[in-house]
């Protein structure tokens, strides 16, 4: 596609459920990463993706965060057992290839609501 | 740690001032320099980058920045700014230099009065 697409683009859940975020990379692109932003703050970096396998995961607040992309494109951001404190937007972006020296691409976010 | 200060939450300017918008950042080399425009609804869009070189660096939308070492800033800067411009601006750093990881600054937020 033309840019990086992220579904849904709001997600009202229940605290203690499970919710799945997706994310559309540009095509081609290899290296996907996922942010959170929280309101009134920058982003932060949960997750980067190298092909496959997740090459940095040490941005995920704890071990009910879980990420995939099993194909090389499409990733998923799975949250178990949901808390309100997880409350936030949700970016990714993709770049050609990782490190600075390429653009990172974000996507419009998906604002996930826990109540 | 590295980290990235945005002094500035709130700034309001006339349609056709100037703009400069303040970025500190702490880190002991020279740091991979960004700044990104988000509006409403929209994704992070990179206005300009600082690798190495020409401290002074022109983006798109006529907006630039200058990399001061001395100071640890990156403030970005517009000659005359439009309505179009509102939105929030957000500063980061590659850290460390030469790999994927972003830190953001908190943000902001540039109000343009008619």
């Known amino acids: 596609g033309a840019g990086v697409s992220q579904t849904p683009s709001n997600k009202v859940t229940e605290k203690g459920k499970y919710v799945e975020l997706r994310c559309d990379p540009i095509s081609g692109h290899t290296a996907l990463y996922w942010y959170r932003q929280s309101l009134g703050q920058g982003p932060e970096f949960l997750i980067y993706f190298q092909g496959t396998g997740a090459a940095d995961d040490s941005g995920l607040p704890n071990d009910r965060f879980f990420a995939v992309r099993p194909e090389g494109s499409v990733s998923t951001l799975k949250i178990q057992r949901t808390e309100r404190g997880d409350s936030a937007v949700y970016l990714c972006?993709?770049?050609?290839?990782?490190?600075?020296?390429?653009?990172?691409?974000f996507g419009p976010g998906t604002r996930l609501t826990v109540l | 740690a590295q980290s990235v200060t945005q002094p500035d939450i709130h700034i309001t300017v006339s349609e056709g001032a100037s703009l400069e918008l303040r970025c500190n950042y702490s880190y002991g080399a020279t740091p991979y320099l960004f700044w990104y425009v988000q509006s409403p609804g929209q994704g992070l869009q990179l206005l300009l980058k600082?690798?190495?070189?020409?401290?002074l660096v022109q983006g798109i939308k006529g907006f630039e920045a200058e990399f001061k070492r001395s100071q640890s800033s990156f403030n970005l800067r517009k000659p005359s700014v439009h309505w179009s411009d509102a939105a929030e601006y957000f500063c980061?750093?590659?850290?460390?230099?030469?790999?994927?990881?972003?830190?953001f600054g908190t943000g902001t937020r540039l109000k343009v009065l008619a």
């Open positions: 600082y690798f190495s070189g020409d401290t």
């Open positions: 980061a750093v590659g850290a460390p230099p030469g790999t994927y990881k972003y830190i």
């Open positions: 972006a993709s770049s050609l290839s990782p490190g600075p020296g390429d653009t990172q691409y």
